[in-house]
């Protein structure tokens, strides 16, 4: 694992600012930028879940919403 592999457990949100963006935001409260594409079942608003990723210094977005998240895997909380 490198020190940007993360794995987090947050809710997925969309962000209407701009075009619009969807984020992962934690538990407590960090929020992290998707970057596209993910898959399609993931971008549902309020879902619930537990994701490993790689945080992207190398990409920048016209949101700007927080760090830049590239999901490698993910897995639904609850139902």
């Known amino acids: 694992m490198s020190t940007n592999d993360v794995k987090l457990i947050g809710t997925i949100r969309y962000i209407d600012m701009g075009m619009g963006t969807w984020a992962l935001v934690t538990d407590d409260g960090e929020q992290y930028e998707l970057l596209q594409p993910v898959p399609s079942n993931l971008l549902q608003e309020g879902l619930k879940i537990s994701v490993a990723g ?26």
């Open 54 to 79: 790689t945080i992207r210094d190398d990409v920048m977005t016209i949101a700007a919403i927080g760090p830049v998240l590239a999901v490698q895997g993910f897995q639904v909380i609850g139902s």
